[in-house]
């Protein structure tokens, strides 16, 4: 298939092939997003929840049932409910959380700002630390620090993360009280700076209020470090490996033999030559902590979208549940969209 | 090596900031501030006539008034006046006409009148929520409140079909469901003819001592005082409930004094909070009761004998003592202690050789049962603990594990063999929990009486129905404590359900904090008169 | 007797000739050579050293552990480590945590067995279809990948337990439904190399059907990349089992699963801290000692990645 591609494209206009390219990606963002709200109806209607028992608790009479159970449109077919939905979403309505009875836009507007600011934070950390230990590694392959980078990375591999937050917690916050415990911000902080990206760090920045940024910071500290970690494992791995690839390429040795310095040789040539493929890991393991870190908010009492999700699905709120999805699922799609395009644009290969 | 020291400064100097940004030493909450730690995850709703869960009447207490009300001082006083200044009984028992008290005023400045008492309780009857059946259970219905729930002047009169202990019924008004809602605010807000149930679930318009500022789910409940309050300006201004899941996070919070109360640390921590400093460690008696039950449907588990080994196979004791100690007190009856007719016998201790020779009078060798628990982590240990000891009478028990709502629905669908759950009363009135463990009028698969503790085992009751059903409508006090005394006798030797626990609420709190209470086995907490 | 020592230098010779007489000869030559080079790396043989002895510990739980995992003691909960005959304390219903380490290694084993058995089948099974046919089946096969690759993985593995309901089996197929559509990738990817080489050609030219092609000629050309992917990946499963473990979806009471009993202990993290520390430390431990060994046969099989 790809190769009648190229020949049809040499023949047309160069124009053209790009706006088919574009179309298609659309068409297929579209396909993959419908597959995903699909799959998640299914699941949410033959899990053995009952949403109507869900809503109205243990001690509803059955009348009081019953006119929930219509009220939710679960008298109808399967395919009209998930036609009704889709119409909905369509529309930007994801429809009102059972349990909470406010809109899921407005759930997912409050939680995924908390989960931003977290992801930001960590994959920021791992790549300040991930990167330059990669490089390091690469260049001095077989060293100590090699093997130290090696082994950090490995161990951040195979740490239970709800295990690691939870002795970070006792140690850090319970024991040293070095940093803030769980939720985003000390009682009295809250609801000090007004909410204008969802970010507190952002926000209380913007109001200048630095007391309420110091005490975000200590909250965040923790388990974005531990994120951070993660990230740092996969980033200095994965840049050690690009840089092994570049340094044993031809034109480093050219270059070390023309008598550059080795420092010219190493930032100037072979990373410059990693970076798409540097964004593109990035941007996996951006997208990965977007999805949320359930099991880090879970452990931090952070109100992400990945333990709303999480909570919802347990207590049966399938709008909230798919709400979630679609939005995580649509910001994976598009980071790895992105990180094509980056890929495409940039590495001088594909020209 | 000159980006690997650079890279070592960033990480020093991160901890650095790590260091200094920690709170420093020990903070104190404002003095005119209440901040409590709690779950609240089970907050859908601030409707006072949808409301149901235990955070809920939480809130529902401090912000609305009822018709009568417990003082939160003196819980055993029963219930007093509180809208209602005063009431009469007709003849006949069945029609009540209630005073309302003059000079109340609701938060919007709006005056609290007959026309919104009678709003209030016809509204919770034709929106038929949850706990609707709390009011309809004495004959109102959507299409006859025009008549049995009517205002007129400055008194409000119900009328029910049959003279029902008048107790009974001024107990249910305590209930959150009678909660006063202010009118003109509620239908102001009213959207596709809800009665303004939307807006009521995230905003409040009542009467009582605290105003709600805002729920966040998962997240809090701010409450703002109402200096207008009829007993007078409460002494917190504010009260926050934060939601925090774990208990160890609780008595960090509350040892480093970033909060004033804990409410669900767990024995270990309690122990530990214990020796803290500035915390007090404080027990209150709750209504919620902890039972099993076994489904009459199972061919072995309908046979007498069974039921009462099963019963011997438990070990009270040593739950008690260990991983439930302080937090659980044995208690082997279905009326809560405190309650009207509440007995204190509990004949029943682990007798693993007693329960082989029942089990062994029943033709029963061995069997599988499944149970089914909801995964908390204390009822999933109580599960484990029954299964060793089922176990050495030869009984397997399977347990399954699911979320609340997962159990709850094969529970109601009568599939589990057993169940392991809780229950808490409704309405501080007996006929509560009699009116769910030990009454079942239709006992087939058609009745639908999923509401009912005894149709869910699908257990008859063995006469127990009518002898309820005489209970509810005896106006005398003391004749009617005998008779649930009589009913609870037969209840504990016959019925398929083997209540264990009564629940003891300890609470950590920091040593300033005074006249704390939480609403004992009858109501909810009370913020007025907190000081600290 | 005597002569043992003569064969096995023969054996040592033959594996290591330059010059193999058989197809099976070659193979196995090539197979010791990987040994040894395994061999040499000494972080890959301690990984190999800590599941080997994993293995043992499941294979011989019952003769190990000092008590029955399950049996409760009310009175004696909570006791410290080094406490008299409990070597790592006990838990919340006084039952030895050595004991429930040790049979908890079996449950262990039992699911990364059966998840390192179903995802890559599953995704070598789709990955190669949808290579070798292309076209449409190929659009639509990679498109439900991709749906899938788009669910966040813990969200979709909850999902699936939760509508299923908790179990052990349950949460093994929860994490195989998650892991297979990376294996699915690089089956694809090999599968499309591999189809247009004239080897696979001449073989088509020969008459053979596309059932047999994919599954005698594609199918043990993808497996080495699919192994190494696998064994990186164990940690992964572990980690994902002791999550739905800690989250309460995994194996139920009384199993003494490692992620579950985490999750016990968490309550008592502040006073008795040991309870929740010890089965993370052995998580920990099995997982690294897989990532050791990926790492290790990762240098082996797959060397042009520059011995990451």
Redesign the interface.
Same mark, same amino acid.
């Not at chain 2, 347990?399 to 979320?403: D, E, H, P, Q, W």
């Not at chain 2, 639908?448 to 509401?451: F, L, M, N, V």
């Given at each position: 298939m790809a190769v009648t591609d190229t020949t049809e494209g040499r023949r047309r206009a160069p124009l053209v092939p790009w706006i088919k390219g574009a179309l298609l990606t659309l068409g297929s963002v579209a396909v993959t997003m419908l597959g995903l709200l699909f799959v998640t109806f299914i699941i949410g209607r033959v899990m053995p929840i009952d949403p109507v028992l869900a809503i109205v608790g243990e001690r509803a009479s059955q009348s009081t049932y019953d006119a929930v159970y219509q009220q939710l449109g679960l008298d109808k077919p399967l395919l009209v409910q998930f036609l009704y939905y889709l119409w909905d979403v369509v529309r930007g309505d994801f429809g009102m959380s059972l349990l909470n009875a406010r809109p899921v836009s407005e759930d997912i507007a409050r939680v995924f700002p908390a989960t931003l600011e977290l992801a930001t934070l960590g994959v920021f950390i791992g790549i300040v630390l991930g990167v330059p230990l990669g490089v390091i590694a690469a260049v001095r392959r077989g060293s100590w620090i090699d093997q130290i980078a090696r082994v950090v990375a490995l161990v951040g591999y195979s740490m239970p993360i709800f295990w690691l937050g939870l002795m970070g917690l006792l140690v850090f916050y319970g024991i040293l009280g070095w940093v803030g415990g769980p939720g985003r911000l000390d009682i009295f902080y809250q609801d000090i700076v007004p909410s204008r990206t969802g970010m507190i760090l952002v926000d209380s920045a913007i109001a200048g209020d630095w007391s309420v940024f110091r005490n975000a910071f200590s909250h965040i500290v923790l388990p974005a470090a531990l994120l951070g970690y993660y990230s740092l494992a996969y980033i200095s791995r994965m840049t050690r490996s690009f840089m092994l690839e570049q340094l044993s390429a031809e034109y480093v040795t050219t270059a070390r033999v023309k008598g550059m310095s080795e420092r010219a040789v190493i930032w100037r040539h072979a990373f410059r030559n990693i970076r798409v493929q540097l964004i593109t890991v990035i941007a996996l393991s951006y997208a990965n902590l977007l999805e949320g870190s359930v099991l880090t908010e879970i452990i931090f009492s952070w109100p992400g979208i990945g333990s709303y999700i999480t909570t919802a699905l347990l207590s049966a709120d399938m709008n909230a549940v798919l709400g979630g999805t679609v939005v995580v699922g649509l910001i994976f799609i598009c980071l790895n969209i992105l990180s094509d395009l980056l890929y495409r644009v940039f590495d001088p290969r594909s020209k | 090596m000159?980006?690997?020291n650079?890279?070592m400064t960033? $990480?020093a100097l991160?901890l650095a900031?790590?260091?200094t %940004?920690?709170?420093m030493g020990s =903070?104190e909450?404002?003095a005119n501030?209440l901040?409590i730690a709690n779950r609240i /995850?089970d907050?859908?709703?601030l409707d006072p006539a949808e409301s149901?869960?235990f955070a809920g009447s939480d809130v529902s207490r401090n912000v609305y008034q009822k018709l009568v009300n417990f003082d939160p001082m003196d819980l055993d006083a029963g219930y007093q006046p509180e809208v209602a200044e005063s009431w009469t009984v007709s003849d006949d028992g069945k029609t009540i006409t209630f005073t309302i008290r003059d000079g109340l005023t609701f938060h919007s400045g709006n005056p609290v009148t007959a026309a919104d008492v009678e709003f209030s309780l016809r509204r919770a009857v034709i929106l038929?929520?949850?706990?609707?059946?709390i009011l &309809?259970q004495f004959g109102f219905t959507a299409d006859n409140v025009e008549q049995t729930i009517v205002a007129d002047g400055n008194t409000v009169t119900i009328t029910t079909d049959q003279p029902y202990a008048t107790s009974f019924v001024l107990n249910c008004l305590t209930a959150t469901i009678g909660g006063i809602v202010d009118m003109k605010t509620v239908m102001a807000n009213e959207a596709d003819g809800d009665m303004g149930n &939307?807006w009521l679930?995230?905003n409040s318009a009542g009467s009582g001592a605290y105003k709600l500022v805002?729920w966040?789910?998962? +997240?809090?409940v &701010?409450l703002q005082s109402n200096p207008d309050f009829y007993l007078g300006a409460p002494a917190m201004e504010r009260v926050?409930v934060?939601?925090?899941? +774990? %208990? $160890? %996070?609780q008595? #960090? #919070?509350l040892e480093?004094g /970033?909060?004033d109360m804990a409410r669900n640390l767990?024995p270990?921590?309690i $122990?530990?909070a214990r020796g803290a400093d500035g915390v007090v460690i404080t027990d209150e008696l709750r209504g919620r009761l902890m039972y099993v039950s076994m489904n009459q449907k199972h061919p072995e588990l309908s046979k007498p004998e069974v039921r009462q080994a099963l019963k011997y196979l438990i /070990?009270y004791e040593?739950?008690q003592? %260990?991983?439930l100690n302080g937090q659980y007190v044995i208690h082997q009856n279905f009326l809560p202690r405190t309650f009207l007719g509440a007995v204190d016998e509990n004949p029943f201790s682990l007798n693993v050789e007693k329960a082989k020779e029942l089990l062994a009078a029943a033709g029963v060798e061995s069997m599988e049962l499944e149970v089914g628990v909801r +995964?908390a982590?204390e009822r999933?240990?109580i599960?484990?603990?029954l299964?060793?000891t089922f176990a050495q009478a030869g009984i397997t028990l399977n347990?399954?594990?699911? &979320?609340a709502?997962?159990i709850? =629905?094969?529970y109601?669908a009568r599939e589990l063999d057993v169940y392991l759950g809780a229950w808490g009363p /409704?309405y501080p009135d007996p006929h509560t929990n009699a009116g769910t463990f030990a009454y079942n009028p239709d006992n087939s698969d058609a009745a639908? =009486?999923?509401?009912l503790l005894a149709w869910r085992n699908s257990w008859d009751t063995g006469g127990l129905t009518e002898k309820t059903a005489a209970a509810v409508v005896e106006n005398d006090r003391d004749k009617r404590s005998q008779m649930y005394a009589e009913i609870q006798a037969t209840f504990r030797e016959t019925a398929p359900f083997a209540v264990m626990f009564q629940k003891i609420e300890q609470t950590a709190q920091r040593d300033n904090v005074a006249n704390v209470n939480l609403g004992g086995a009858t109501t909810a907490v009370s913020y007025w008169p907190i000081t600290k | 007797m005597s002569d043992m020592t003569a064969p096995d230098l023969t054996w040592r010779a033959w594996l290591l000739t330059d010059a193999p007489t058989s197809r099976r000869h070659a193979q196995l030559a090539s197979f010791y050579q990987g040994w040894l080079s395994l061999r040499s790396n000494t972080m890959a043989m301690f990984g190999l050293g800590i599941l080997i002895f994993l293995l043992l510990v499941a294979l011989f739980a019952p003769f190990i552990a000092p008590y029955d995992p399950f049996v409760q003691s009310l009175g004696n909960r909570l006791q410290p480590m080094g406490a008299e005959g409990h070597l790592l304390g006990t838990d919340s219903l006084g039952r030895d945590i050595l004991s429930r380490l040790i049979y908890g290694s079996r449950i262990t084993l039992y699911i990364v067995a059966l998840v390192a058995l179903i995802a890559p089948v599953a995704g070598l099974l789709v990955g190669t279809v949808a290579g070798y046919a292309g076209g449409w089946t190929d659009t639509i096969l990679m498109r439900i990948t991709d749906i899938f690759l788009a669910f966040p993985r813990l969200v979709l593995a909850l999902a699936f337990v939760a509508a299923l309901g908790a179990g052990i089996e349950n949460a093994v197929l929860a994490i195989s439904l998650t892991a297979w559509p990376p294996y699915a990738r690089i089956a694809r990817a090999e599968t499309l190399t591999i189809r247009s080489s004239d080897y696979i050609s001449a073989i088509r030219l020969q008459g053979a059907g596309a059932l047999r092609i994919i599954t005698k000629h594609i199918w043990p050309l993808c497996i080495s990349s699919l192994i190494v992917r696998v064994t990186l990946d164990m940690a992964g499963i572990i980690l994902a089992a002791a999550g739905l473990g800690f989250l309460g979806l995994g194996a139920q009471p009384p199993s003494p699963e490692w992620g579950a009993m985490i999750s016990e202990g968490r309550r008592f993290i502040l006073d008795h801290w040991w309870v929740a520390t010890v089965p993370g430390l052995a998580i920990f431990t099995v997982s690294l000692a897989f990532n050791l060994l990926g790492d290790g046969l990762r240098d082996v099989l797959d060397p042009k990645d520059g011995g990451q």
């Open positions: - | 000159n980006a690997f650079r890279l960033g $990480a991160g900031l790590a260091v %940004s920690g709170p =903070a909450t404002p501030m901040v /995850d907050i859908t709703t149901f869960e038929n929520k949850t706990p609707s059946f &309809t &939307t679930k995230t805002s966040k789910p998962n +997240e809090s &701010t926050i934060r939601h925090v899941q +774990e %208990s $160890a %996070s008595r #960090l #919070l480093r /970033d909060i767990n270990e921590d $122990a530990g /070990d040593g739950m003592n %260990s991983f +995964e982590q999933i240990e599960a484990q603990t299964q060793n347990i399954t594990v699911g &979320t709502k997962q709850l =629905a094969r109601r /409704d639908q =009486a999923t509401g | -």
